[in-house]
C-alpha cells in the first residue's frame, strides 16, 4: 500500500506561481512513476505532467508545456510540480497518482491517488 499526499495548493492571482508536492509513504521500495493530473468543476479528470523514476521519462500536457515543471527527489519520495505563469484555466483540483501500468495520460493506468490540494487562479 502507498499513500501519497499532496500540498502547496492556495490562491494565486494571474500570472504567478506555485509549488505542489506530493509525498509518497508507505510500500515506496523502487519507487514509482508519477504523474499530476488535474480536474476542474464539472470536468474529467485531466492529465497534466508525468515522470519516471529515474527521471529521463516526462511528459506533459499541451496546455501546460513551457509553464510547468515537473521533479522528483528520490531520497525524500517527493514528486513536485512547478506551476509558472498561472491562468484562470489552471483552477482545479490537482492530484498525484503512481503509474500501475499502461499510458501515462490516462487516469486508467494509475493506482494509488492522493487526496489532492486545490489550485486556484484569480484573474
Known amino acids: 500500500q502507498v499513500q501519497l499526499v499532496e500540498s502547496g495548493g492556495g490562491l494565486v492571482q494571474a500570472g504567478g506561481s506555485l509549488r505542489l508536492s506530493c509525498a509518497a509513504s508507505?510500500?515506496?521500495?523502487?519507487?514509482?512513476?508519477m504523474g499530476w493530473f488535474r480536474q476542474a468543476p464539472g470536468k474529467e479528470r485531466a492529465f497534466v505532467a508525468y515522470i519516471s523514476t529515474s527521471g529521463r521519462s516526462i511528459a506533459y500536457a499541451d496546455s501546460v508545456k513551457g509553464r510547468f515543471t515537473i521533479s522528483s527527489d528520490n531520497a525524500k519520495n517527493t514528486v513536485y510540480l512547478q506551476m509558472n505563469s498561472l491562468k484562470p484555466e489552471d483552477t482545479a483540483v490537482y492530484y498525484c497518482?503512481?503509474?500501475?501500468?499502461?499510458?501515462?495520460?490516462?487516469?486508467?493506468?494509475?493506482?494509488?491517488w492522493g487526496q489532492g490540494t486545490q489550485v486556484t487562479v484569480s484573474s
Open positions: 508507505g510500500r515506496t521500495f523502487g519507487g514509482y512513476d
Open positions: 497518482a503512481s503509474l500501475y501500468s499502461g499510458s501515462v495520460y490516462v487516469t486508467g493506468s494509475y493506482n494509488y
